[in-house]
């Protein structure tokens, strides 16, 4: 880090910009359990904080990257050489009306759920188990069940990479499987505004209690883990099928590389044994993709992202290319 650098960041950190703190192990912010030091991580409390940091960065150029609870990241060891934004529970306000629900940004998924149950609002008993934050959620369209959260979102208050607070429909968020518009566009999502008609309270915690009991079944629970590591579109489901049962037929079942191995329990999930790395999770995951390349001849992308030293997001698989090509 050059000296100019470390000054700039100093300057930033001087704001009224939330909590910060300097060379923070991102291992401690993702489900993973992995990656080095972030130079500086800002806790903000409110947009007007996301915006000061926003213009800051920008008009010193110096890389952002923004995370919720970092369950679908993976970072490097060398860990960011800049600013790592999280978006958590000091943005969590929840509030109510009619069939309307506005979420903070950090809002965990779970307990959002849960308040639209006791409420007995429905649209959201597929996300019940899933471990992030709605700004996360929203920004991958994740969800289960064949369904996107984006089904649910009426609008999304974001703040732009310039610090400007806006607004975007969910036609304009171009929602489709995995993907929003909002990606790739260095924005920070600051609440979301669901529409969830009413349902029987009964009925969606029935549904969301099985959801929760066919993931205890499924899912590796002690072993940090970052959920599905491939993407599974219905095209695969109806040609080769999912990615768990893909690498479970090609008899990858307990692969390791170093101290990242293929779950027992789930093939489409990857578990760190104790002290993996980012290269042994990218190791891992080249070596997947080429034998289901080899035996099946079809290429398994990532829905996990890989965040670089230098700041930018993008799938694993791509980050897992280079280094199988460089030999590393
Ligand atoms: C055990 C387990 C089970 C899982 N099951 C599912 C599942 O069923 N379905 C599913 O879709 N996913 C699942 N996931 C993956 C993950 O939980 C989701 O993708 C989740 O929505 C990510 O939220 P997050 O807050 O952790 O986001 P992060 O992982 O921190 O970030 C994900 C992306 O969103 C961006 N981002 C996060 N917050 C903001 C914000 N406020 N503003 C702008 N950008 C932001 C980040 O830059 C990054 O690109 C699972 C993960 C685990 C560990």
Known sequence: MTDQFKIKLKELAGKEIGRVTFDEPLSSHNSWKIGGLADLFVEPDNSSQIAEVLRFVLANEIPLVVIGQGTNLLFDDAGVRGVVLKIGERMALVQISANTIIAGGGTWVPQLSRISMQAGLSGLEHCIGI???IGGLVMMNGGSQRKGIGESVVNVTIVDR????QQLTQAECDFS???SALQGIGCVIVSVELNCPAGDVKKIRQEMLADLQVRREKFPRKQPNCGSVFLSTSEMHSTVGPPGKII???GLKGLRVGQA???QQHANFIVNLGGASSTDVLGLIARIRQIVQDKIGFDLCCEVRYVSPQGEIFPA????DELGRSGK
């Open 162 to 165: 310039r610090g400007q607070l």
């Open 177 to 179: 499987y995995r993907r």
């Open 261 to 263: 191995e293929i779950s």
């Open 317 to 320: 698989h791509l980050k897992a």
């Open 131 to 133: 471990p992030g934050t």
């Open 248 to 250: 479970e037929d090609v």
